[in-house]
């Protein structure tokens, strides 16, 4: 088991071009597990790296497909933001994935390159709705109101 993780520690840092401690944190995000809910999540170790050149976020996106069962990849920028809807909704007869709607296990990768912009409406729902991924919970906007529903154990990684 040792050696395993020293591998992945070996391979990591040098994807990450040195950093052994980002290499480190990942292992960690990748391993924990949400324990508690109420009432705060407890267990769920989220990474945050900032000014990641994109060659290493391309090099890691490769590298996690390879390793985790499932790995989503959502760009955070207000193109992004204005023009895709995260969230599922509900016009009381037809329900609408949203593409924040991950099963069990799914490694989420956010690539935040926000720069100044506008956010239109879907873009403001979209920033309300994403507070709620902390707490593992994803709001159905519906028609008449929004109900916030539990979802499964993301382990959420921001680069």
Known sequence: ??????LFIRHVTSLFEGDGLAAQSLLLNLTSSLTHRHPIPLGSIPMNI???PPEI?????????SVVPALAVEPLSV????????YPKS?????????SQLISGTTLLI?????EGKLLDT??????????TRCS???VSKSYCSRAEIVLRIPISRI
């Open 111 to 115: 690539n935040d390159t926000m720069q």
């Open 137 to 139: 919970k994803l709001e």
């Open 50 to 52: 900032y000014s990641t």
């Open 91 to 99: 016009d009381g007869d037809k329900l609408c994935a949203g593409s």
């Open 123 to 132: 873009g403001i729902l979209a920033i309300g709705k994403c507070t709620n």
């Open 1 to 6: 088991m040792i050696k395993a993780k020293d």
């Open 57 to 65: 976020i391309t090099n890691l996106t490769a590298f996690l497909r």
């Open 79 to 86: 193109d992004a933001l204005n023009r895709s809807r995260l």
